[in-house]
């Protein structure tokens, strides 16, 4: 197997290749350096004389609030790159795996989203991501499309080192707590990524560890995992106003993956624990 892995310098687009790795695979990591997902006749080149048997499609427009003001940006890397990498993947008869995010739902009820429920994207990200998989959908029929959520990995920013870099200068934090979801350890996901891309078990699916729970939640297993001795103090996101509208149900149903039967990945606070020993390892706790 061949593999092609979109995005490498973000924090999944690095796992995902180190899995393949591990594993004796022939993967090739890219970045904007290589081609941009905004030049279709150079994105499509680049697939087809690499000739790939899957592409893992890590890549995106991710910054949300500045989406607002960028929508065409987000919308021609998010959906017409999207697309034209789905265009390659037809002409060559390669797999593909498009990441996309919880963000395509309302955001709305207290319910975990199932993989057909209706979508209602909130904000633009939201909807040039909802775009990408039309676009996947449309083109494709080997395909597997992953939405994910409150994802963190080595090889990145986000919201648990964020909250570790305040631990240092902070005994009292106030964090949201009416937003739910599940958070995604990027190492974890690379696992079951690169199961599935030897299967052909095709379609959507909802890819996060197990459990919900709010930021201020989190961030408090962060803290006592850590051994920090900070107080979080849970407000509403009403207090912390974003140009874009943050979904406050970020629950997603991961039934299908025992339906067809991949393994669930380890429920989040175990996830959490063996992310702050990673962050040990590499020095950066």
């Not at 449309?138 to 994802?151: D, G, K, M, N, P």
């Not at 739910?180 to 959507?204: C, F, N, Q, W």
């Not at 990945?265 to 962050?279: F, H, K, S, T």
Request: with cysteine; net charge negative.
């Amino acid at each position: 197997m061949k593999v092609l892995v979109t995005g490498v310098t973000g924090q999944l687009g690095h796992d995902c290749v180190n899995e393949f790795l591990s594993r004796g695979v022939e993967v090739q990591g890219v970045s904007s350096k290589d081609f941009s997902l905004t030049d279709g006749a150079a994105t499509e080149k680049y697939i087809k004389d690499y000739q790939p048997d899957v592409v893992v499609h890590c890549a995106a427009y991710t910054a949300v609030d500045k989406a607002e003001d960028e929508p065409e940006l987000c919308q021609a890397i998010n959906a017409e790159g999207t697309r034209h990498i789905a265009r390659a993947c037809a002409e060559i008869g390669a797999k593909l795996v498009y990441i996309s995010t919880d963000y395509v739902f309302p955001g709305d009820g207290e319910e975990p989203y199932a993989v057909d429920a209706a979508k209602g994207p909130a904000n633009v990200y939201g909807r040039s991501k909802l775009a990408g998989e039309e676009a996947v959908q449309e083109i494709l029929t080997q395909y597997f499309i992953v939405r994910i959520s409150w994802v963190f990995g080595i090889h990145g920013r986000n919201f648990i080192r964020t909250m570790l870099n305040l631990a240092k200068s902070h005994k009292e934090l106030t964090v949201v707590n009416d937003q739910i979801g599940s958070p995604t350890y990027t190492r974890d996901l690379a696992v079951l990524l690169a199961d599935m891309v030897h299967t052909e078990k095709y379609g959507v699916y909802h890819a996060t560890n197990e459990g919900f729970c709010s930021w201020a939640e989190l961030a408090a297993e962060v803290f006592r995992q850590a051994g920090r001795e900070v107080t979080v103090t849970p407000v509403d996101s009403s207090a912390y106003p974003t140009k874009a509208v943050r979904p406050k149900n970020s629950r997603m149903s991961t039934a299908k993956l025992t339906e067809n039967g991949f393994r669930l990945l380890p429920r989040w606070q175990d996830a959490v624990g063996r992310y702050l020993i990673e962050l040990q390892n590499e020095a950066i706790l």
